[in-house]
């Protein structure tokens, strides 16, 4: 034979409005926690989905497409063979401009960042003639919503 127990606990409508009140102070750190928390995986929407897969900037638009085949040199990451005459930019060749990338939070804002001490970055982006270091508008919902969301729910029903 089993009995269960409930405890409940008692909780005044000033108790509720003071956890209410704590929560809403910590949000935007622990909105900044999650991001840090999930940077590989809200990186890979920019380098993955968006450069690799997709080949587009943030905008949406078409990177460019390859005028010849090209053949993987010395130190290639073969994954981002072949690429063919006509077909999307990835933006992959060994793996240095998707390895640099890094985020950080200012006011609330995810920041993308490239640590590239090359050129390699500007010239990337003087052929494309578009900004591919962020994320897109769709991209952008992911991480809001499938990425920070379920973390600051969780946070919020440990206090509510």
């Known amino acids: 034979m089993y009995r269960l127990f409930f405890i409940c606990i008692a909780m005044t ?3 509720y409005i003071e956890i209410a009140s704590l929560v809403k102070s910590q949000i935007l750190d622990e909105t900044s926690r999650a991001v840090y928390q999930k940077e590989v995986e809200i ?3 920019n380098t993955e989905d ?3 897969n997709k080949g587009i900037n943030i905008e949406g638009g078409l990177l460019g497409l390859y ?3 090209y053949l993987p040199k010395e130190g290639s990451l073969m994954r981002a063979y072949p690429k063919t005459k006509n077909k999307r930019y990835n933006f992959l060749e060994s793996g240095r ?3 640099d990338m890094s985020i950080r939070v200012v006011n609330n804002q995810v920041i993308f960042e490239n640590s590239d001490t090359g050129n390699k970055l500007l010239e990337l982006r003087s052929l494309v003639g578009a900004e591919f270091i962020g994320l897109t508008s769709d991209n ?6 499938e990425i920070i969301q379920p973390e600051l729910f969780k946070f919020i029903q440990k206090y509510l």
């Open 13 to 15: 409508v000033k108790d």
């Open 67 to 69: 005028s010849h085949t």
């Open 43 to 45: 990186i890979k929407l």
């Open 140 to 145: 952008e919902y992911r991480l809001n919503y």
């Open 50 to 52: 968006q450069l690799f």
């Open 97 to 99: 401009l998707y390895n």
